[in-house]
């Protein structure tokens, strides 16, 4: 079985901190995919990475970063510098193939000015 | 390029009767899914359509039922609500071409309220 788990239900913020969200997933199968999705009060979930289970290298857009780790079967998030746009819910997910997308709980992330 | 279209956007019904709720996939992908997302969890698998026939299905109950037409629309219909049935349901569209690109975009979602 396939399963996502973020711990962090909650986190708040003062605008300029960095902040990570961890998300640890479970699956047998050897070839799976990880996401990461932002949901804000609008209820659309927008796409913010795909990583594969064989590039565990860990990249950097602009503001975002992530942290791929298949020893521990994590895949975390990182905003540096968050600002108040960034206040949304924030969804790891994991898939294998064309298979179903399992979500996590999502973490709320807080940012104040 | 238009992304994943839902409708309606809000509904409202009460408990025992049907509802319906659309879907139109981004411009050049043909497989649909469905997903309820209850208030504070995050989204639950319904099932998938690629070819107008229903790929895949989660551990959702028969009321649940769905269709893909022709130009990769997508209905969900639910049969005989039920209060726990209140959520906001998802639509999610992708290609199905094999080539490794799983990009699944996602649609603004119908919030269905059953009183």
């Known amino acids: 079985a396939q399963k996502v788990t973020q711990a962090q239900t909650e986190i708040s913020v003062v605008e300029k901190e960095d902040v990570t969200l961890d998300c640890v997933y479970e699956t047998r199968d050897t070839t799976y995919y990880l996401f990461w999705y932002k949901q804000p009060p609008s209820g659309e979930l927008v796409f913010l990475i795909r990583r594969n289970s064989f590039d565990e290298q860990n990249e950097i857009s602009g503001r975002y970063s992530w942290n791929f780790q298949k020893s521990t079967s994590s895949f975390n998030f990182t905003i540096t510098a968050s600002q108040v746009v960034d206040s949304a819910v924030y969804f790891c997910?994991?898939?294998?193939?064309?298979?179903?997308?399992?979500f996590g709980t999502g973490t709320r992330l807080l940012v104040s000015p | 390029d238009a992304g994943v279209t839902q409708s309606p956007t809000h509904l409202i019904k009460t408990r025992g009767q049907q509802v319906t709720l659309r879907c139109s996939p981004k411009s050049g992908h043909d497989t649909v899914s469905w997903y309820q997302q209850a208030l504070g969890q995050g989204p639950q698998f319904i099932f998938q359509y690629y070819e107008e026939e229903e790929r895949q299905r989660g551990n959702f109950p028969d009321r649940f039922s769905g269709h893909q037409f022709p130009n990769y629309s997508s209905e969900l219909n639910v049969n005989a609500l039920l209060l726990g049935d209140s959520a906001l349901y998802l639509c999610?569209?992708?290609?199905?071409?094999?080539?490794?690109?799983?990009?699944?975009?996602f649609g603004s979602g119908t919030r269905l309220t059953v009183v």
């Open positions: 997910a994991l898939s294998t193939g064309f298979q179903k997308l399992v």
């Open positions: 999610a569209s992708n290609q199905m071409t094999g080539r490794g690109d799983y990009g699944y975009t």
